[in-house]
């Protein structure tokens, strides 16, 4: 096979009898939803434990603060993206 001398080489030769079937064949880790949900319930935590902690000095309470609302907001996410 033959190619003109001003076309760059492939960066990976590819068989033509052989498909790519790695990535069809394995399904998603979480879906979408599923990510979209947690990234969500993640940045509401981190702001009320930024805002619990600028408030009350006090990094315990930031930290189950933050955590008692990505986890309360978790199925309110839930019902809302759908």
Do not use: C, W
Request: net charge positive; aromatic share 4%.
């Amino acid at each position: 096979m033959t190619r003109e001398p001003h076309t760059p080489a492939p960066a990976r030769p590819q068989s033509p009898s052989l498909p790519d079937t790695r990535l069809s064949s394995v399904p998603p880790l979480l879906s979408t939803r599923a990510t979209v949900v947690f990234l969500a319930a993640g940045f509401i935590g981190v702001i009320m434990g930024g805002l619990m902690f600028l408030s009350e000095k006090s990094a315990p309470r930031a930290i189950v603060t933050g955590l008692a609302a990505a986890g309360a907001s978790i199925p309110v996410l839930h019902s809302l993206i759908g």
